[in-house]
């Protein structure tokens, strides 16, 4: 079961979005020390009329104040001044006895002593003085949970829901209210709906944290289940066809929650329809058998290059002073990660060339991607034992990467997306980097590949020419000096 207590605190409400941050529904931290009052013990302002604070331009005078004061109390509270917070709060209530913040803090605090009866008082007459604000609407429905009251508390989560119908706290309980009577899967679907308004980012309030953890957990259940189903019945579709689709298999993956969407990011040009596919079918790629069969002359040369040409070997990244590093500042200029160029923007690196004959001789039936300055790109790439990669993506869609493995001890990995897989050596792959990838290497030695581009295939010849046109009058373009 989720867990269900009020916590949202009134003070804060004005600016409160679901979209950019969880509500606060953590319980209280402090008890009080002295009686606070109630409806009972409160003076009464005589024909004290309570404005809703939605309605900014009409707020009673002390309504600012009062805020402040409840928030002091909080402040207080936090610090561990209980007594100053409980102070605090007394002279609010004193002050603005009908006050909705007021009646909001008391109601919580009754429900921290247990007395959630008097809590449902409390915020009944809330959210009669502002019914405008869905966390009202969602206390009062922890209170009638509290009591046993179904129906009243679906009411109340369904006042919240209308105000803001992404209100996390509100979808939580309406969804462990469905959960409770049964409905596992209704409730999944609404737990899938607030997970989807939290931020990857933020970080909530333990008492919701717990809650969405329950959301998380119910929604990995049911997307178990529905891929069960799911598989069930393409079991007797399949009889028919004799094969599976890997795209089709994909396809239920995203939809069962196995694998997540990711979409071309380039940092430069983007040639729209073109396959985003994070791994590249290897039969599409006849030319690699030829560059396959070669791995031990293309290892052999790397060792000789590992053993006599060190020097040749430069960081991978090389930003200059002044620019921003972002995730690359740990491997900036770093020999963690190297390159041994044969091609380094379209420029033949001769003298590394004239070490790896045979590696160069065979990339040459691939289709590299030429264009002026820019490409091809080839090179041998080194990343030290216990160095990671982080999350990037690459510059176009136009072209793709390919990586022959030729050193890869126990502990490598390469993610592309929502796959992952081990180098091995010998066995190429081509892959769209503009979608982001990673690669780490956790062993305790240097794991080496072959990395090279070669155009989109699904880029035509006279598509080819234009785009690297386009590059190179771009390049061009910021290069020129203007004319005064």
Not at 5 to 31: E, H, I, N, V, W
Request: glycine share 4%; with cysteine.
């Amino acid at each position: 079961m989720v867990p269900r207590k009020a916590g949202a605190s009134y003070a804060r409400l004005q600016g409160f979005s679901s979209r950019s941050q969880a509500p606060d529904t953590g319980p209280r931290a402090c008890a009080l020390r002295a009686p606070l009052p109630t409806l009972e013990s409160a003076p009464a302002k005589p024909k004290a009329v309570c404005t809703p604070l939605s309605n900014v331009n009409a707020l009673a005078p002390e309504h600012a104040t009062v805020l402040k004061m409840i928030q002091a109390a909080k402040a207080a509270g936090a610090a561990g001044r209980r007594g100053e917070a409980d102070e605090l709060l007394v002279r609010a209530a004193q002050l603005a006895p009908d006050h909705p913040a007021v009646l909001n803090e008391v109601g919580l605090r009754m429900m921290e002593r247990g007395d959630a009866l008097k809590a449902r008082d409390l915020f009944q007459r809330a959210t009669s003085a502002d019914p405008n604000h869905p966390a009202l609407w969602s206390n009062l429905a922890s209170s009638l949970h509290a009591l046993r009251l179904a129906q009243e508390e679906l009411q109340a989560i369904e006042r919240a829901l209308a105000l803001e119908p992404r209100h996390p706290t509100a979808l939580l309980q309406k969804a462990a209210l469905i959960e409770e009577r049964g409905d596992a899967r209704s409730a999944a679907r609404l737990f899938r709906q607030v997970l989807a308004t939290v931020p990857p980012e933020a970080t909530p309030p333990a008492a919701l944290a717990a809650a969405l953890s329950h959301a998380r957990e119910a929604v990995s259940r049911d997307e178990a289940a529905l891929a069960g189903a799911i598989e069930e019945r393409l079991a007797a579709v399949r009889k028919h066809s004799g094969e599976r689709s890997r795209r089709i298999d994909r396809c239920i993956d995203l939809l069962t929650g196995k694998r997540s969407r990711y979409a071309p990011q380039p940092t430069f040009m983007y040639v729209p329809e073109l396959p985003a596919i994070e791994f590249f079918e290897r039969t599409e790629f006849p030319w690699l058998d030829a560059i396959e069969a070669a791995t031990e002359e293309i290892r052999a040369e790397l060792t000789q290059v590992l053993a006599c040409d060190q020097t040749g070997l430069r960081p991978y990244v090389a930003y200059e002073e002044g620019v921003p590093l972002d995730q690359w500042r740990e491997l900036n200029k770093s020999r963690r990660w190297s390159a041994y160029f044969l091609w380094n923007e379209g420029a033949a690196q001769s003298d590394h060339l004239a070490r790896c004959p045979r590696t160069a001789e065979v990339l040459t039936r691939a289709p590299l991607c030429d264009v002026a300055d820019h490409g091809p790109n080839g090179f041998f790439s080194i990343l030290d034992a216990r160095t990671r990669i982080p999350p990037h993506t690459g510059v176009t869609n136009a072209r793709l990467t390919v990586h022959v493995p030729l050193i890869v001890p126990p502990g490598c990995g390469f993610r592309v997306g929502s796959e992952t897989r081990e180098w091995i050596p010998g066995k190429a792959w081509v892959f769209d980097d503009t979608i982001e990838h990673e690669a780490w290497n956790d062993s305790n030695t240097p794991r080496a590949i072959l990395i090279f581009d070669v155009w989109h295939p699904y880029l035509r010849e006279d598509e080819r020419a234009e785009v690297r046109a386009t590059i190179e009058v771009v390049a061009g373009y910021y290069r020129a000096t203007p004319r005064a």
